[in-house]
């Protein structure tokens, strides 16, 4: 007999097949007995009927309980009735193992509970819908800069001699005696691969040692990284436009099915079509201060200012040319106004706040010196960084993609917690 996926179930009608998976609830109903087995790819209803009450059929069903595994065979029949429109009717079930106790129920959980069960709370309905759309975002991005954009792939190293977004975020281990430290960030590598391939991007995880505990936050994290050569601030900010277009779309057209399981308003994602909205720094805090916010020209644009920024559009919005002292030492200084970098951050609408932060990056040789003393970085880790200024040197500008608030924002789902299979969160690295 042939061994089929749920979601594949619609080409075996009529057919006898086999399906492998685990039990996702169980009814009777006089002499009628529902298993609903779930594979990873779909839940199908499994039926059996019988007049006797002693059958080998409902003796194995009886057995089994929520979470067993179990192989069960049987006819694939049309029904209209049964969730996913089709149903088996059993021929055989088959325990493979019984689970005891298994402790995640119907009923309530509180999320403290549910994360130090992440290993058996990955199995539940909505659970599976948040990471097969994870799945879509990346296979989308992968797409987008593989496919439409010819982007090559370069790997950055983890380990790390420096930093590149900060030093006070940075979690340190030994390296044969000296300190290294995991990358917050592969940009500074793909700068040198950019001149290398011209459009390049890393994909990867990332590492922050903040001491954060918002919705936003965690300690690791996967980023994408694009970095063009010869890209002003205006090409990359319309190229992070265009990827997450794309990516919306691809979710909407591809995985509807896991969207309406987690009751995610499809109307929103379908206004996410270029151009997104774009305001300076200058007007965003003009913005804010009319929101009620008490705030100056040279404050930083914070959560919660960024979650009413995002509640205020249908749209992403772009805030760009933010004060150069709040941004990262290699950021392009705005020629007409040196005070501002030529940076930018992408923040998702409905409130989810930042996604993409990016900039166009100094291409001058002494200015980038300047940064990195007056930043007080170690000047030797950053020889080959510099060296990049003194060979060809072009203007380069990137983003960086953070694909757990992108997940989040996309599902719905309010904290990034649950947008990684296993988060690592402050002072929390179980599982
Ligand atoms: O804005 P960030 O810090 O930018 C950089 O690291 C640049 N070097 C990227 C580049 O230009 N190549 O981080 C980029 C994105 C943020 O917009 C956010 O989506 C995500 O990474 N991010 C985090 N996601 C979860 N937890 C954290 N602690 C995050 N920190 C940043
Ligand atoms: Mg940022």
Redesign the pocket.
């Known amino acids: 007999m042939e061994w089929v996926y749920i979601e594949d179930i619609g080409k075996y009608v009529g057919k006898e097949v086999e399906i492998r998976g685990w039990v996702y609830n169980k009814r009777s109903s006089g002499r009628i007995r529902f298993l609903l087995v779930r594979d990873g790819t779909g839940i199908i209803q499994s039926t059996a009927y019988s007049k006797e009450k002693d059958n080998p059929i409902f003796r194995a069903f009886d057995e089994l309980t929520l979470e067993s595994s179990v192989i069960v065979r049987g006819m694939v029949k049309e029904e209209n009735r049964a969730p996913g429109g089709y149903e088996l009717e059993l021929s055989e079930i088959i325990p493979v193992q019984i689970a005891e106790d298994y402790p995640i129920t119907p009923k309530e959980h509180g999320v403290g509970f549910l994360m130090a069960h992440r290993h058996l709370w990955l199995r539940s309905s909505k659970q599976v819908a948040i990471m097969k759309i994870r799945h879509e975002i990346i296979r989308a991005i992968r797409d987008f800069l593989d496919i439409e954009k010819k982007f090559t792939l370069i790997d950055a190293p983890i380990l790390t001699p420096a930093a ?2 900060g030093t006070t ?1 940075l979690f340190e281990t030994d390296y044969f005696g000296d300190k290294a430290y995991l990358s ?5 590598y ?1 700068e040198a691969a950019a001149m290398a391939h011209g459009k390049v991007y890393c994909f990867g995880p ?1 590492f ?1 040692a ?1 001491k ?1 505990k918002t919705r ?4 690791e ?1 996967w ?1 994408v ?3 063009i050569a010869y890209y002003k601030l205006d090409d990359v900010i319309a190229l992070a436009e265009e990827m997450i277009e794309f990516i919306v779309m691809r979710v909407l057209e591809r995985r509807r099915k896991e969207l309406e399981r987690l009751e995610r308003d499809i109307n929103s994602l379908e206004k996410v079509k270029r151009p997104f909205v774009k305001i300076s720094y200058d007007e965003a805090i003009e913005l804010l201060k009319k929101e009620g916010f008490n705030m100056e020209w040279g404050d930083e644009i914070g959560g919660d200012e960024e979650t009413v920024l995002s509640k205020k559009f249908e749209k992403p919005v772009i805030v760009h040319r933010f004060p150069a002292l709040q941004k ?1 030492f ?1 950021m392009e200084p705005d020629p007409e106004r040196p005070e501002l970098s030529l940076s930018f ?2 923040l998702a609408p409905e409130g989810y706040g ?6 166009e990056r100094i291409s001058d040789y002494d200015l980038l010196l300047k940064r990195i003393r007056e930043n007080k970085l170690p000047e030797d880790a950053f020889k080959w960084y510099l060296d990049l200024r003194k060979y060809g040197s072009v203007p380069h500008s ?9 997940v989040a924002w996309i599902t719905g789902v309010k904290h ?1 917690r649950e947008t990684i299979p296993f988060p690592r969160l402050l002072y929390k690295i179980y599982p």
């Not at 990137?398 to 992108?406: A, D, H, S």
């Open positions: 590149c977004e975020t917050q960030s592969g940009q500074l793909m990332t922050r903040e954060s936003r936050h965690l300690m994290f980023m990284e694009p970095e990262a290699y951050d992408m930042e996604i993409i932060g990016g900039s990137g983003f960086g993609l953070g694909i757990e608030r992108t990034v």
